[in-house]
């Protein structure tokens, strides 16, 4: 969607038209999907990140300044739920002592299973897999680099970090995911 | 965790990782999603804008805020109160050149009642006596003579009516100036150019 589309929409939520912000839901609500999917490992928790970015991204409309896209200021929103979400989670395994914490055993439940070849499949799972050991903050930066296409300046706003801080926290996820993929050390999940 | 020094093999190396990344599939949202997220948040109250946001916005473009109308509102009575007061009690206004170097005059204004003080000002720090003359007075040069200040200003309230006033500056008791900053001027078919009043 346009970003002079979705201002005008804004405007028209702000002006009295909440209706205008179903098409905005529309529109990012796979992209947000795609982003919590793997922000959370999984399937189980991404949907409720998108209900509550988006809810969060409503109730806050109005000190949405336009300075940045609308659909990075949504990611922003969207990464910072991911980290409550992630405390949540990290807490409930602290009181109930999950079956599993491996992010690869959880991913492996979660794969879809079209995908071209079995080669594929496993390099696909491999990079999930991996991508589940880096710690969130490192994830967060990866993921909008490079799923979500954010600038690198953009990545810095949304993360609230200086812009060489988000050039070093993917340059340093990149390195974690490389020495992961290639069997080496990784890091652990936070 | 080790952060190891990045290398230029190294480097290829993270481009590869970063576009492995990048080409991984896209998770698809389970059916229904988005209408559900949209009819949640239809149970919530509309958006508004922040107030700085409004205030803002409404100047630009106003729509129906009372609270800024209102604002607006009692701006604009300060405004003219302020103007009213600093009229009556000592309003002077700067004028424009003329034979005897600068000259000032107020912008005469009237309080409410029958009879409306207005304060005369004229900036000659060169003349000896300087009077207003005008149709309050017959214009008799002797009637209101005017004070001079230390800065050269002459000044002299008087009391005026409601209605339609002429008047002039008497300078040294043999040059008439008009009023610079007069509204209206009228031509009294005697050379001299009246400064109008009206109250």
Redesign the interface.
Known sequence: MEERVVTALLDR????E??R??PI??AY??AL??LA??MMGG?SE??DV??ET??RA??????F?GRTRFYSWLCGIAVNVCYDAGKRRRRAWERERPLSDDAEAMMASDQ?TA?DTLMAAQ??AQ??GC?GRV?STLRAA??L???EDLSLQEVADQLRIGLSAAKMRI??G?????DC?AGG?S??AT | ????E?SES?DA??R???E???N???????EG??S???S???K?P?????TW?RLWANPQQP?TVWAYRVAILVVLLGILGGIWRHAGQHAVAPGAAGSMNAKMVSRPQAALGPLAPVTFVFYAPKAKSVSLVGTFNDWNPEKTPMNRGKDGTWSIQVSLPQGRHEYLFLVDGSRYESDPNALELRQDGMGNENAVLRL
Do not use: C, H, I
């Open positions: 939520v702000l002006d009295g909440p209706d912000f179903t839901v529309d609500t796979p999907y795609n999917f793997k399937p991404a949907s998108v209900q988006f809810f409503y109730r806050d409309l109005g000190k300044d879809p995908v390099d696909e990079v999930r991508l710690p990866l993921l680099r490079y799923q340059q340093r990149l390195t974690l995911l490389r993929m050390e890091g652990e | 965790m080790r952060l190891k990045p190294e190396g993270l590869a990782v970063g492995a990344l990048r991984l599939r896209q998770d698809l949202p389970p999603l988005a559900t997220v949209a949640e948040l239809a919530l509309p958006p508004r804008r922040s946001r729509r």
